[in-house]
T-cell receptor, first 114, second 116 residues
Framework: NAGVTQTPKFRVLKTGQSMTLLCAQD?????MYWYRQDPGMGLRLIHY???????AKGEVPDGYNVSRLKKQNFLLGLESAAPSQTSVYFC?????????????FGQGTRLTVV | AQTVTQSQPEMSVQEAETVTLSCTYD???????LFWYKQPPSRQMILVIR??????QNATENRFSVNFQKAAKSFSLKISDSQLGDTAMYFC?????????????FGQGTTLQVKP
């Protein structure tokens, strides 16, 4: 009964380095999302996917790329990390995109870029 | 564009007492959903309660209830009989039906501390 699992939980990167955050869900959900959480700003949507093979930009997509090659996985990539990308990243999934659908979240990844 | 505002960055309450967290939002949509999510120190986001805009009756879940004022675009969360385990950050969130994308728009969050 894992739900949504994010890997890794913590990471420190140097400016300019790249990394990939992995999100995996075992609930057969169609929709998946990446949010970032910053103090005083709540959670903001980076990218999302409405199904396998699809991706779309959210509110703050610059500096990030995503891929959804398999239905259960949603990857978030940082090609050249910047200090402004220091944040806590959350992956979420929903069964459908219908209004009112409950989002299930992973436990977050705390990323620090130095 | 839709916005969600939580004007109380921090609140505290004594155990067993009642506390109300405020949330206002702005939208031109007529049908939508509003949510309250809880984020304890573990960081795990947990759905507390949700409200459909078309329903006039306020949603309740055990000790948690909302006061939904559609005309005023207000959606407050009342926690009764506060418990130490209610200590967490609480986020108000809005979901619109347009496009059926399931995207959430979050407020800034309110940190609630329940004191023994």
């Amino acid at each position: 009964n894992a739900g949504v699992t994010q890997t890794p939980k913590f990471r420190v990167l140097k400016t300019g380095q790249s990394m990939t955050l992995l999100c995996a869900q075992d609930m057969n959900h169609e929709y998946m999302y990446w949010y970032r959480q910053d103090p005083g700003m709540g959670l903001r949507l980076i990218h999302y996917s409405v199904g396998e093979g699809t991706t779309a930009k959210g509110e703050v997509p610059d500096g990030y790329n995503v891929s959804r090659l398999k239905k259960q996985n949603f990857l978030l990539g940082l090609e050249s990390a910047a200090p402004s990308q220091t944040s806590v990243y959350f992956c979420a999934s929903t069964l459908t995109g219908l209004v009112g659908t409950e989002a299930f979240f992973g436990q977050g990844t705390r990323l620090t870029v130095v | 564009a839709q916005t969600v505002t939580q004007s109380q960055p921090e609140m505290s309450v004594q155990e067993a007492e009642t506390v109300t967290l405020s949330c206002t939002y702005d939208t031109s949509e007529s049908n939508y959903y509003l949510f309250w999510y809880k984020q304890p120190p573990s960081r795990q986001m947990i759905l507390v309660i949700r409200q459909e805009a078309y329903k006039q009756q306020n949603a309740t879940e055990n000790r948690f209830s909302v006061n939904f004022q559609k005309a005023a675009k207000s959606f407050s969360l009342k926690i009764s009989d506060s418990q130490l385990g209610d200590t967490a950050m609480y986020f108000c969130a809005f979901m619109k039906p347009t496009g059926n994308t399931g995207k959430l728009i979050f407020g800034q969050g309110t940190t609630l501390q329940v004191k023994p």
